[in-house]
């Protein structure tokens, strides 16, 4: 296995392969092959990239069919077939059938740009600079999406100093904390030394924060604190949304619409790259090219994404989605959890975490270097990276499923000895 040529030339910046020191050739599905012929359960998913499984036969049938017909491929924000077509199955297929209503922005491909575009647009909207996020959130690494994100690490690397976001605790971080009242405090108290934000930003289920899902309820109150404060309410459901969570949005189980969502990763169908911003009408005040990128109208993603509304619709993914998550959640409780009363299982559809911080914050990397060993391929989260994450592709077969969770649990054993 030669990787000399990355340890030389390569900038330092690079981590996961640093996690999985091999160099990998093929994908299918749920599996991943080094270029030795070796096979690795993906329990990684691209980082939520790749929800439709690698090479799905049906994504990469569509995207060779247009690229044999010399279509465009770049082509800024100009119109064109694949943007229509787009744009046409998003709206009639996904949106309008769940009752919700947006107009659609191309950012730059990226989920950090489509924040960004976001924190513009909330501000250019509102006439106000301040906005809240929740501790334990992640959303980019450019500088508007990183004062956003809480995580030190991140922070740190950027080298500047981070203003107009106030960080809010999480509803899980202290018990019996009224949240919403304190929000409330935050904007009506003359001494609190916060300004009104023009936005909450949030994810409904914090994924690098440790898979923390926020309940229903407390969704519900969000929307009626920002509905009745003038303020905007903007989920980021890069990573949870896509079907990740049980349904395409994964802000449905609490009823409610977000004044703006903000999408990336699988919006591609097959890990392609593209972001957008779904907005309510009323808040496009967008003048030309206030916010636009030179990447910001890919073909061959926008023909992915489209192919990917349609065959996870024929193919019922959010339904399996949610069986499937249930089949992880039994076996955990049923596998791992008893083999040490302080581990904790947090999760829904098939985004889940084992949280060992209870035990001792490091097991969970050597969960992690153990299950590589035995061709498993999974990742940290949460505060110390103590949280094992579980997300595969959707597409998973519950045998290939099993027999990576047999080593999730294998790895846990070895490691609490």
Known sequence: ???STFETYESDVRSYCRHFPKVFTNAKGAVLTDEDGNDYIDFFCGAGAVNYGHNNDYIKQKMIEYLSTDGIIHALDMYTVPKREFIETLEKKIIEPRGLSYKIQFCGPTGT???????????????RSNVFSFMGCFHGMTLGALSLTSEMYARNAAGVSFSDVTHIPAPY???GLDVIQYMQTLIDDDHSGVEKPAAVVMETLQAEGGIRPFSDQFLR????????????????????????????????????????????????????PLAILLLKEELDQWKPGEHNGTFRGNQLSFVAG???????????????????????K?????????????????????IWGIDFGAINPEL?????????????????AGREGAVLKIMPPLVIEDELLIKGLNIVAQATKEALK
Do not use: H, Y
């Not at 960004?116 to 647009?121: Q, W």
């Not at 703006?260 to 591609?268: A, N």
């Open 306 to 328: 489209k192919a990917s509304f349609d065959w996870l619709l024929e193919n019922s993914v959010e339904a399996e989605t949610r069986r499937k998550g249930e089949l992880v």
């Open 173 to 175: 971080m202290f018990e």
């Open 1 to 3: 296995m030669n990787t």
């Open 221 to 272: 109150d969000v929307r009626e604190f920002c509905d009745k404060n003038d303020i905007l309410m903007i989920v980021d459901d890069i990573q949870v949304g896509c079907c990740r969570c049980g349904t395409f949005f994964s802000f449905e189980r609490a009823g409610i619409q977000p004044d703006m969502v903000v999408m990336s990763k699988s919006i591609g169908g097959l890990g392609m």
């Open 364 to 380: 969970s990397e050597t969960v992690i270097e153990k299950c590589f060993e035995n061709r498993l391929i999974c990742e940290c």
């Open 113 to 127: 740009n489509a924040v960004e575009a976001a924190l513009k647009l909330a501000r250019k909207n509102k006439g």
């Open 330 to 350: 039994s076996f955990v409780e049923r596998e791992i959890l008893p083999l040490d009363s302080r581990l904790e299982l947090r999760g829904m559809g098939l």
